[in-house]
């Protein structure tokens, strides 16, 4: 079994289409949430994801979607997007959308958009890390939201490490220490590299890979233009911040 984690998408059909040309049909695609948002395919994204991933939890965009939640929060940016996304999102996939849970669990791993518990955390630092620890026994914790992939290790002895994943990489699973992995965005990256991000998980070879790949930008940007959504959603793309 091989698991491919994504997170974020974000409406960005291109780099989710070009994600999944990387995925063999074997493996098990897990989703950290925020479909929609941002982007100008909310709706074929949903539908993809929907198609091909065998568990999805919730994000605060997708959230947003179906009732406001949040909102208030958003920047003007933001904001805009997600009145755009509710004016075009079907009614089928708002109600898809609006029966995934904030959490999934199995003894091996956890999936959650933010945070442990408190799902919607940003989790940028390692007392952010610390209290996620803190707040699962799950020896193994994905997370997105913050659009930059990396990982940190809690040892044995309490220490946590720390390690950016901005060109990628891979990592093997050491016995004894509990690991938080952010697999990054798919959609939005925000790490500073414009290519994409997702993760490979392989449990039998306890390894993680970040995996970052290039993806038709510039016509995600065309399509943003085409639905007058703000240039700057278009713009961020090129630098990935």
């Given at each position: 079994?091989?698991?491919?984690?994504?997170?974020?998408?974000?409406?960005?059909?291109?780099?989710?289409?070009?994600?999944?040309?990387?995925?063999?049909?074997?493996?098990?695609?897990?989703?950290?949430?925020d479909i929609v948002g941002y982007g100008p395919n909310p709706n074929e994204c949903v539908e993809l994801i929907r198609?091909?991933?065998t568990?999805?939890?919730?994000?605060?965009?997708?959230?947003?979607?179906?009732d406001n939640f949040g909102l208030s929060y958003f920047n003007p940016t933001a904001r805009e997007a997600m009145e755009w996304t509710q004016t075009v999102l079907t009614a089928d996939n708002v109600a898809w959308l609006n029966g995934l849970g904030y959490e999934f669990r199995v003894p091996e791993?956890?999936?959650?958009?933010?945070?442990?518990?408190?799902?919607?955390?940003?989790i940028?630092?390692?007392?952010?890390?610390?209290?996620?620890?803190?707040?699962?026994d799950a020896p193994l914790i994905f997370v997105g939201h913050t659009h930059i992939a990396e990982a940190y290790t809690l040892r044995a002895d309490g220490a946590i490490d720390h390690k950016h994943f901005q060109q990628g990489g891979t990592f093997t699973l050491e016995e004894g220490s509990r690991y938080l992995v952010n697999v990054g965005s798919v959609?939005?990256?925000?790490?500073?590299?414009?290519?994409?991000?997702?993760?490979?998980y392989e449990p039998e070879l306890a390894r993680i890979s970040i995996n970052r790949f290039d993806y038709p930008i510039a016509r995600v940007q065309e399509k943003i233009a085409c639905a007058h959504l703000p240039d700057a959603l278009a713009r961020r793309l090129v630098v990935g911040r």
């Amino acid at each position: 079994m091989r698991y491919a984690i994504v997170s974020d998408v974000h409406g960005n059909l291109e780099a989710l289409q070009s994600a999944f040309e990387l995925i063999l049909a074997t493996d098990s695609v897990l989703c950290l949430g925020d479909i929609v948002g941002y982007g100008p395919n909310p709706n074929e994204c949903v539908e993809l994801i929907r198609a091909r991933a065998t568990a999805t939890v919730l994000g605060n965009h997708d959230v947003a979607a179906v009732d406001n939640f949040g909102l208030s929060y958003f920047n003007p940016t933001a904001r805009e997007a997600m009145e755009w996304t509710q004016t075009v999102l079907t009614a089928d996939n708002v109600a898809w959308l609006n029966g995934l849970g904030y959490e999934f669990r199995v003894p091996e791993f956890l999936l959650v958009h933010g945070a442990p518990v408190t799902y919607f955390e940003y989790i940028l630092d390692k007392p952010a890390a610390a209290r996620a620890f803190a707040a699962t026994d799950a020896p193994l914790i994905f997370v997105g939201h913050t659009h930059i992939a990396e990982a940190y290790t809690l040892r044995a002895d309490g220490a946590i490490d720390h390690k950016h994943f901005q060109q990628g990489g891979t990592f093997t699973l050491e016995e004894g220490s509990r690991y938080l992995v952010n697999v990054g965005s798919v959609g939005q990256p925000r790490d500073l590299n414009p290519r994409a991000s997702f993760a490979f998980y392989e449990p039998e070879l306890a390894r993680i890979s970040i995996n970052r790949f290039d993806y038709p930008i510039a016509r995600v940007q065309e399509k943003i233009a085409c639905a007058h959504l703000p240039d700057a959603l278009a713009r961020r793309l090129v630098v990935g911040r």
